[in-house]
């Protein structure tokens, strides 16, 4: 029988192994609709989680891995490439991923973004299908110095867009109309999107209104989010990428 690893708080299970900071319980898969049900409202409450060989999960869960590009050095190119941290990254994002049964990698057409899921489509043995409707939000015409104040002015108005810019309401429209059409076309499937910083946080905010300007300059190069789904659509973020614990690998 397979296995689960579930994110609870070391006050609810004493006894539960200790990962990292993560707290893990493991929980046999072998469970009724109803203990998968509760299950899910105290994941959804109070944590995440991460699993192997559940079999019984993948029939009742869409799954979505948002991935924020590596490191690239700035030009105003908007297809430049990543670095060499950058590339590095791209590498422990593979890492990351391969353990999951994903079955489908979708990308901006940047070259940023499509770099930092490479190492992961040559591991899986799956193709890079490019869809343009993931691209950044463009923010319009600023200089560098002026950038997070440029950003910061489209959150604070959702429908304000720069001159030859992309109003936050816009882009994010746009990126949820790429994710309804793939969550159809993959239901119970669990896939990979790799993305912008911008367009990421705009995704995430309508899952959870809490997502601000502060929640998009705190994203790193490379992030990663989950987007959970249940049969009723109810969907649960949480995040995959720490430095830290990277850094320490």
Same mark, same amino acid.
């Given at each position: ?20 900071? #993560?707290?893990? @319980?493991?929980? !046999?898969?072998?469970? $009724? ?18 699993? !192997? ?23 105003? $190119?908007?297809?430049? &490439?990543? #670095?060499?941290?950058?590339? $590095?990254?791209?590498?422990? @994002? ?8 994903? +079955?489908?990698?979708?990308? +901006? ?17 799956? &193709? ?25 002015a489209t959150w604070r108005d +959702? ?7 992309? #109003? ?9 109309? @790429? ?26 905010? +309508?899952?959870? &209104?809490? @997502? ?10 490379? !992030? ?22 990277? !850094?320490?690998?």
């Amino acid at each position: 029988m397979g296995s689960k690893l579930v994110k609870f708080s070391v006050q609810s299970f004493p006894k539960a192994r200790v990962i990292g900071k #993560s707290v893990f @319980v493991k929980l !046999d898969v072998g469970l $009724d609709d109803r203990t998968i049900q509760d299950l899910w409202e105290r994941m959804a409450n109070v944590g995440y989680w991460q699993y !192997d060989a559940t079999e019984r999960m993948q029939q009742t869960m869409s799954i979505f891995f948002l991935v924020r590009h590596a490191h690239a050095d700035w030009t105003p $190119d908007e297809n430049r &490439p990543l #670095s060499a941290r950058g590339h $590095d990254d791209a590498n422990r @994002v593979a890492d990351i991923l391969r353990q999951y049964p994903i +079955s489908a990698i979708y990308s +901006s057409p940047f070259l940023r973004a499509r770099e930092t899921i490479t190492p992961l489509a040559r591991r899986l043995g799956l &193709p890079v299908h490019i869809e343009p409707e993931l691209r950044e939000r463009r923010l319009g015409n600023s200089t560098t110095e002026e950038f997070f104040k440029a950003v910061e002015a489209t959150w604070r108005d +959702s429908s304000f867009a720069h001159p030859e810019g992309e #109003s936050n309401t816009a882009a994010q429209q746009r990126g949820l109309a @790429v994710l309804r059409r793939l969550k159809k076309q993959h239901m119970t499937e669990q896939i990979v999107l790799s993305t912008h910083g911008n367009l990421m946080a705009l995704i995430l905010q +309508s899952f959870d &209104p809490s @997502v601000d300007f502060a929640f998009w300059k705190s994203l790193t190069m490379p !992030d990663i989010y989950t987007l959970s789904f249940n049969q009723v659509g109810k969907a649960v973020m949480s995040k995959l990428w720490y430095e830290s614990r990277y !850094d320490e690998l």
